[in-house]
T-cell receptor, first 116, second 114 residues
Framework: GAVVSQHPSWVICKSGTSVKIECRSL??????MFWYRQFPKQSLMLMAT?????????EQGVEKDKFLINHASLTLSTLTVTSAHPEDSSFYIC????????????FGPGTRLTVT | AQTVTQSQPEMSVQEAETVTLSCTYD???????LFWYKQPPSRQMILVIR??????QNATENRFSVNFQKAAKSFSLKISDSQLGDTAMYFC???????????FGGGTRVLVKP
């Protein structure tokens, strides 16, 4: 159990367009989901915490108007990169929390975004 | 704020041998969790092992074990009988007991050689 999926796994978009990434918990309900960004050969950087039915909490330095997060149900959170630019190209990973406490986080397989 | 430091950017080990990855952290919290995650070339993050700070006994999961030194704020991972499939990036992570977030270290790349 505790499977998290992401869609798409890879997306290429043109500069100035928007792209949406979905994160789903397949076999459990996740009141909290997280979005991370990972540059090549670097660690994961937390972008925002997404709580079902409420606004996301963004980390310092993350533009909330650029990275729109919606957690509409207990199994789905979406990240929309608006007006994408080449510098937004990165690997985006979501995780979902099952239960209480920091321990029960399960990660999706990630989405590679390339902005041309 | 918490910080997690992994001082070894890269390590290599012969198949079937043992390798130890270091991790130190800084926190003023008393209750927290520590984790080691593996990220193979597929980039799927996989939980390797978890340690609750209130437990003195070191966690073990098959060939993976930790040496948790709370006073020293150290949390090393030992991989025994290394296998080729252990080749991956390994991240140490810290999480508050009452919180949501995980704070990750910079990672250690492990290469298992045949």
């Amino acid at each position: 159990g505790a499977v998290v999926s992401q869609h798409p796994s890879w997306v290429i978009c043109k500069s100035g367009t928007s792209v949406k990434i979905e994160c789903r918990s397949l076999d459990f309900q996740a009141t909290t989901m997280f979005w991370y960004r990972q540059f090549p050969k670097q660690s994961l950087m937390l972008m925002a915490t997404s709580n079902e039915g409420s606004k996301a909490t963004y980390e310092q330095g993350v533009e909330k108007d650029k990275f729109l997060i919606n957690h509409a149900s207990l199994t789905l959170s979406t990240l929309t990169v608006t007006s994408a630019h080449p510098e937004d190209s990165s690997f985006y990973i979501c995780s979902a929390r099952r239960g209480q406490g920091a321990g029960e986080q399960y990660f999706g397989p990630g989405t590679r975004l390339t902005v041309t | 704020a918490q910080t997690v430091t992994q001082s070894q950017p890269e390590m290599s080990v012969q198949e079937a041998e043992t390798v130890t990855l270091s991790c130190t952290y800084d926190t003023s919290e008393n209750n927290y969790y520590l984790f080691w995650y593996k990220q193979p070339p597929s980039r799927q993050m996989i939980l390797v092992i978890r340690q609750e700070a209130y437990k003195q006994q070191n966690a073990t999961e098959n060939r993976f074990s930790v040496n948790f030194q709370k006073a020293a704020k150290s949390f090393s991972l030992k991989i025994s009988d290394s296998q080729l499939g252990d080749t991956a990036m390994y991240f140490c992570a810290f999480g508050k007991a009452a919180g949501n977030k995980l704070t990750f270290g910079g990672g250690t790349r492990v290469l298992v050689k045949p």
